[in-house]
Nanobody, 115 residues
Framework: QVQLVESGGGLVQPGGSLRLSCAAS????????MGWYRQAPGKQRELVAV???????RYADSVKGRFTISRGNAKNTVYLQMNSLKPEDTAVYYC?????????WGQGTQVTVSS
């Protein structure tokens, strides 16, 4: 059973930074595409950033220039560096991995941007 576990969320003031981490376990395969999504209260889950095994990245327009997605040296790990955070970035952030046509999700980590 593939499991994704996120960490690194929390409360931060506007303009601050946070780094989210995600590690997948339960598979010997390399998860080619991994990404981060978020869901704010009353809104649909939306893409934040994705990265392929080859290093190609894609970002939501709202986070371009502020967030950076990267893969770790350890297999099936992914990070999201979030800078210049805004109150509208407040949401539950979910890690996602696409493996053999199946989407796997983490349990989510809360990010709150507030003064």
């Amino acid at each position: 059973q593939v499991q994704l576990v996120e960490s690194g969320g929390g409360l931060v003031q506007p303009g601050g930074s946070l780094r989210l981490s995600c590690a997948a376990s339960g598979t010997g395969f390399t998860i080619n595409t991994m990404g981060w999504y978020r869901q704010a209260p009353g809104k649909q889950r939306e893409l934040v950033a994705v990265i392929t095994g080859g290093g190609s990245t894609r970002y939501a327009d709202s986070v371009k220039g502020r967030f950076t997605i990267s893969r770790g040296n350890a297999k099936n790990t992914v990070y999201l560096q979030m800078n210049s955070l805004k109150p509208e970035d407040t949401a539950v952030y979910y890690c996602n991995g696409l493996l053999l046509g199946i989407n796997y999700w983490g349990q989510g980590t809360q990010v709150t941007v507030s003064s």
